[in-house]
């Protein structure tokens, strides 16, 4: 599971990960996630934070809110 959330964003913490992705991008890693067999114990949940929610977080300690560069095209 964690190869394939690594595709798609960076490890936070042991088991968390944060995934800055377009609708495109959430269906591919949705799709590849429901291809990996997890354990009756284990548990996956995503989270879709909206990108006004995404103005509130605060980080204590190091880190920083994964942010993608703006592109332009000329």
Sequence with gaps: MSD???DFGVRI???VFEC????????RMMQSL???QIAKT?????????QT?????RIYGPG????????YLV
């Design 4 to 6: 394939k959330l690594l």
């Design 13 to 15: 913490q042991e088991s």
């Design 20 to 27: 800055v992705l377009d609708p495109y991008s959430y269906v």
């Design 34 to 36: 429901d291809k990996v």
């Design 42 to 50: 284990d548990r996956l949940r995503v989270y879709k934070v909206c």
């Design 53 to 57: 929610c995404t103005e509130d977080i």
């Design 64 to 71: 920083e809110v994964t942010c993608d560069p703006d592109y």
